[in-house]
């Protein structure tokens, strides 16, 4: 049964007012409309604007321990849900049961990180230059925060963002991805019941030039988080310019894999598998890429063919499926384009290459995990990010060669090194250009108490997770008291 959602607006949900929806389809099965969300444009994001405004008065003056106290809520009740989230997130965009709950679990420890900041929020104070006088800088909420973002983790990253913006202080204007609407709606309506304010989350559902863009553009929005594709990313900078918001991105990825000839192969394989087709290759941090020292190249090569054939495409629903669909029609068309250029760019592919067909797969956006053999550093396939279940593996002679052959990308996101040589590893760390490095690990398994982001091309420069994103949901406040009783003048009293 389709069921109908609507926008929510000053704690009341609402339809779009141009009374227009659009559907949400179930990948594994394109017949299979899940639910309706409307279809929002400007004049629904202006009165979710005001209404954010107009609560920040409110919420800015409610103690960071409360507000904590309800995202600590929020997190039980995840908690309490977490399967039936799980199955609405599978069931709108396609990775396995076993990562939506993974997605989920990674919203409940964002929420628990949350409430325990709200006890923290940690100013500093430090000494004056003048006699009887005090300094502090302590953290301020900024106001409206306009989140957008993208449908392959619909969980976890919208809490990476909401969490912390309103533990800070702050309103949301939420636009999730037009393909996950459920999933966003699902956490809105947690927040509601655990008791965050009418006005103080907004959700506005709509395609992404409409909806988004008008926030991005909205003058009385004063920060914007953004997590999508470096193009996108780039115009959302260039408009919010125009208002000097802060603005937050993370964007695209293409991550390397490197295995030494000195690598655990086993742990090795088990790493790239994870990290190339989990998620079906949809994930920023996906291992794209496959950096193979010469001396092992061959047998690694066999091994990794040999269990990607192995892998069980279908219905992330099925506990028994590996892979599950890709999220939508277009991702198809680009995955199968990018194959075509590796071919006529001379790439060999060992594994897969097409649209996968059969049982249970015949309606759904299924394609076979894919292997491009000896490929070159140089190549599209190598350089430009894919985002579907896609592997390009290059040979090389040294660890030098397999950090400078992982640096030559635009992007910067995570990045992988199988060794079992220390100076290998410490090298890897020092000289790859990436946010973040694993060692013996796959590319893809963040922890959400740990700073996430990238650099290059991957972003601006934030980071998500941890510590690090409450910098950039609060402003520093800077205070003197002078109890002197006299004036007193710095730099020039002194
Ligand atoms: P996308 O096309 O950039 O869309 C992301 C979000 O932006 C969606 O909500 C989209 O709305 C919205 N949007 C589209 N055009 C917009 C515009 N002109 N102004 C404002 N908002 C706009 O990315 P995607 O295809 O959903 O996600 C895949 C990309 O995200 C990949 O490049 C991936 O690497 C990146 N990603 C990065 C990270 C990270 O942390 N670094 C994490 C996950 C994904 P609609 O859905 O309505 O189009
Ligand atoms: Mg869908």
């Not at 009165?47 to 409610?62: C, D, G, I, N, Y």
């Not at 071919?343 to 299924?366: P, S, T, Y």
């Not at 079992?420 to 090298?427: K, T, V």
């Not at 922890?447 to 601006?460: D, I």
Request: net charge neutral; hydrophobic share 40%.
């Amino acid at each position: 049964m389709t069921k109908t959602y609507k926008n929510l607006i000053n704690g009341k949900w609402i339809d779009a007012k141009s009374g227009k929806t659009f559907e949400n389809r179930n990948p594994a099965d394109w017949d299979d409309i899940l639910s309706t969300f409307p279809l929002s444009d400007k004049t629904d994001v202006d009165e979710a604007v005001r209404s954010a405004r107009a609560a920040f008065e409110k919420w800015r003056l409610v103690p960071a321990p409360s507000r904590g106290n309800i995202l600590r809520k929020v997190g039980d009740m995840m908690s309490a849900r977490k399967e039936d989230l799980a199955r609405t997130m599978t069931k709108e965009m396609g990775k396995v049961l076993l990562e939506t709950r993974g997605d989920v679990q990674e919203g409940i420890d964002t929420a628990y990180y949350a409430a325990a900041e709200g006890r923290r929020l940690f100013g500093h104070t430090v000494p004056s230059e003048l006699p009887n006088k005090f300094n502090m800088a302590l953290r301020m909420p900024i106001g409206v925060a306009g989140i957008i973002t993208p449908w392959n983790f619909p969980m976890a990253i919208p809490t990476w963002k909401i969490f912390p913006a309103l533990l800070c202080g702050n309103t949301v204007v939420f636009k999730p991805a037009s393909d996950t609407p459920e999933t966003a709606t699902r956490l809105v309506e947690i927040l509601i019941e655990a008791g965050v304010p009418d006005g103080v989350i907004n959700i506005v559902h709509g395609g992404g030039s409409a909806v988004g863009t008008a926030i991005v553009e909205h003058p009385e929005v004063d920060l914007i988080s953004f997590t999508g594709s470096s193009s996108v990313g780039k115009k959302i900078s260039e408009a919010a310019a125009k208002t000097l918001k802060r603005v937050s991105l993370e964007l695209g990825g293409k991550n390397a894999q490197i295995v030494m000839d000195d690598a655990k192969l086993d742990l090795a394989l088990e790493g790239v598998l994870w990290g190339a087709f989990g998620t079906t290759g949809q994930r920023c941090t996906a291992t794209s890429r496959l950096i193979v020292h010469e001396k092992v190249y061959d047998k690694f090569l066999s091994m990794l063919a040999e269990s990607t054939k192995k892998l069980r495409l279908g219905d992330g629903l099925n506990e028994t499926t590996d892979v599950g669909p890709l999220v939508n029609e277009g991702q198809v068309r680009t995955v199968d384009q990018y194959v075509k250029i590796g071919i006529a760019e001379g790439e060999k592919i060992l594994v897969g290459g097409k649209r996968a067909g059969g049982d249970g797969l015949a309606k759904g956006w299924f394609y076979e995990p894919t292997i491009l053999g000896d490929v070159r550093p140089q190549m599209r396939v190598a350089v430009e990010e894919i985002f579907g279940p896609v592997l390009s593996v290059i040979k090389v002679k040294s660890i030098e060669e397999a950090i400078t052959v992982a640096n030559a990308t635009r992007y910067g996101l995570s990045s992988a090194v199988y060794t079992q040589d220390i100076n290998n590893a410490y090298q890897a760390i020092r000289d790859i250009k990436a946010g973040i490095t694993y060692i013996n690990a796959p590319t893809i398994g963040a922890e959400a108490h740990m700073p996430f982001g990238g650099v290059k091309e991957t972003g601006n420069g934030h980071r998500e997770g941890g510590w690090t994103v409450y910098e950039f949901f609060s402003e520093w406040k800077t205070v003197y008291v002078d109890y002197s009783g006299r004036l007193q003048r710095a730099q020039i009293d002194t």
